[in-house]
Structures are given as C-alpha cells and as structure tokens.
C-alpha cells in the first residue's frame, strides 16, 4: 500500500538530514577492511562458488543490539538504547540452516550465534583445571560448548557468516550503507531483517565536546537532534530490490500495531515485526500488506524461542518475493 495524498509530504526520503548525519559523523575506523570484507563475501556468494549452485545466494544483513549515542568526543558518558542481542543471534542461526549466508551486524559484547546456551561467564563456568597442563570442558556444558564451537566453525569457515561489530549509532549507519550498497548486485535475492535497536536521537558530531562534560557546570542540558530515517533510503537507493523487514518495538501495546504499520507504509517496508517489550520472547505480529500474522513460540517446548517460527514465515514471504520478480 503505498502512501496518499495529503500525507505523501511526510513520507518524502529527508535527504539533507542524512547528508548532515554523515557528513557530520566521525570517519568510520576500519572502514577500508570491511569493504573489502564485504566486496569478497558478495563476489563469493554472486558467484555461488560456495553451495556450487551455479546461482545467486540468498544472503541476509541481520542487525543486532543497540547502538549508543556518545556525549563527548573522547567518549566517557553514552544513552543506550536497549536489546541483549539474543533475537539477532537466534534468527541468524535459523537463517543459515534455511540455507542463508548472514552478514551479521552486531552491537560489541552482545549475544552471538550459537552462544545462546552457554552460561553468563562461559571462559570462567565451562572450563577447569584438570592438571597443570591440561584445560577441559565441564560435562554439564560440554553439549553447549560442542554446539557453539562446531556450528560458529561451520559458519564461518564456509564462508557462511560474516560478523560485523559497531558501538554508535554513527557506526551502525556508515556499515549499515556499505553493507546494503554492496548487497545490491544481488537483486531480490537479498533480505534485510533489521532488529538491531537503533536510536532515535543524536548528538551531532560537530557540536559535540571534546572533553569530558564536567559536573561543577551545574544540571546538563543537552539537544538532540532527532537520527534521520534511513530506511526509506535503503529502499530508494542502497538495495532497492531486496527485500526488507523492520521491527517496531513499543512498551504501549495500544500503539503497537498502529505504528507498525505506519511504519510498513511509510519506509515502504515489506514486513514490519511489531513486538512489545514484556511479551517479546513469547510471540510477535508480522505487519504486512496483505494482513497481520501473529507468531508465537511453541509452548510445549521448553527451549523453543519465537525466532524458529519467525524465520520460517519470513523465508516463505522472501521466496515468493523472489519469485514475483522473476529474476
Ligand atoms: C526489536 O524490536 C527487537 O525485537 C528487540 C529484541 C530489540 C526488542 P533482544 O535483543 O530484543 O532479543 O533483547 N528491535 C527494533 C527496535 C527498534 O529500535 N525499532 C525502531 C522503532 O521501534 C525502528 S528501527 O522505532
């Protein structure tokens, strides 16, 4: 559905904001590597090489975490923006035993694939001493251990999943643009499943303090300036053909759905998953197009999560995407 009439001018893509944004943000450390990084993975999976299909692989950008907002330049004080990180590093796990190859974008020191069973403190509670020289894995983590090292390696020494850290949302943006502009010669064979919390506000680079914000000044007051839209840009420019799915997160269920799609409409999205804070591990509504679909974990399951029946809805919509556009 697409936007009308008397409502089409806020839907417009704000591109001088973004420009301010990027023209604004602090050049992106390492940025040179994860180009390369990427331009490799995409050439490796433009040219099957790697399932030896002979076509285009699926490959799925999956957004993780929150990202942070610095106050000062050498940064001592930061807002957060809230997720542990386990929705990502879940559904990155089903994407890749549906046969996806997952660039898994990632808020440093959150949850990772194939980590989700192991304990707080894994170095420290899955290992000991047995002799002097010899390490080993305590029997009660061993099935977790086993299954976090042999799936990570599979993944990765495949050639299936490359993992990508930010902190800021400075940073989550500039890899969020690389990533998507390279994912673009993969036409609709390409998903963007975007969980990552971003925020929603920023200090603008140029107006930010060097040094540490000092206390003796008195209470702090400080403007944000609101973090410019980039999913309609996405869309527009970086990956138009692939295809994309949001979260919409909100602690009000009232409001839940109704800014979902308000969301789907507006960013042009192809599904929107609207989840509330308390609730979001036990189910979640695909907002699309066509209707609301509610998915929920499988209770008589003690480990099933709601991301195992999420993945697998989202796979279907993306084949017939695929398939729609007869490519
Ligand atoms: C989500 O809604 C994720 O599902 C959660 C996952 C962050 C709730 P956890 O990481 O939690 O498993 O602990 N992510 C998107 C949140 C967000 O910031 N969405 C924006 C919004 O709601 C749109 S991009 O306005």
């Given at each position: ?26 050049p992106l450390r390492d940025g040179t590597n994860i180009s ?292």
């Open positions: 559905m697409d936007a009308t009439n008397n409502s089409e001018d806020i839907y417009e893509t704000p591109y001088a904001e973004i420009d301010s944004f990027f023209d604004s943000a602090p390369s990084k990427l331009k490799d993975f995409i050439e490796m999976h433009s040219s099957s090489s790697v399932s030896g299909s002979g076509g285009v692989n699926r490959v799925v950008c999956v957004t993780s975490g929150g990202t942070t907002v610095p106050l000062e330049r050498r940064c001592v004080r930061y807002i957060d923006n809230f997720s542990s990180g386990y929705r990502g590093a879940a559904s990155t796990e089903y994407f890749l035993k549906a046969g996806y190859s997952v660039i898994f974008l990632y808020r440093r020191g959150t949850c990772q694939p194939f980590c989700r069973s192991l304990p707080d403190d894994p170095l420290l509670e899955c290992f000991e001493f047995t002799d002097e020289s010899n390490i080993q894995v305590h029997q009660s983590h061993f099935e977790a251990v086993k299954r976090a090292l042999t799936g990570h390696d599979a993944a990765v020494a495949g050639g299936f999943l490359l993992k990508l850290p930010f902190t800021t949302i400075f940073e989550y943006l500039q890899i969020l643009q690389l990533i998507a502009i390279s994912m673009r010669s993969l036409g609709p064979s390409a998903m963007f499943y975007l969980a990552a919390a971003a925020s929603d506000f920023y200090v603008p680079w140029k107006s930010m303090t060097e040094h540490k914000i000092q206390s003796r000044s008195g209470p702090l007051d400080m403007r944000l300036v609101q973090v410019p839209k980039m999913l309609s840009l996405l869309r527009k420019e970086w990956s138009p053909m692939a295809f994309c799915v949001s979260f919409k997160l909100e602690t009000d269920k009232e409001i839940l759905l109704e800014k979902a799609d308000m969301a789907l409409r507006k960013y042009k999205m192809h599904a929107v998953v609207a989840n509330e804070l308390l609730t979001r591990k036990e189910e979640v509504v695909v907002v699309t197009s066509t209707g609301n679909i509610t998915v929920h974990r499988d209770k008589t399951q003690p480990d099933a999560d709601v991301e195992c029946p999420l993945i697998h809805l989202l796979v279907e919509r993306h084949s017939a995407y695929i398939k729609d556009s007869d490519f």
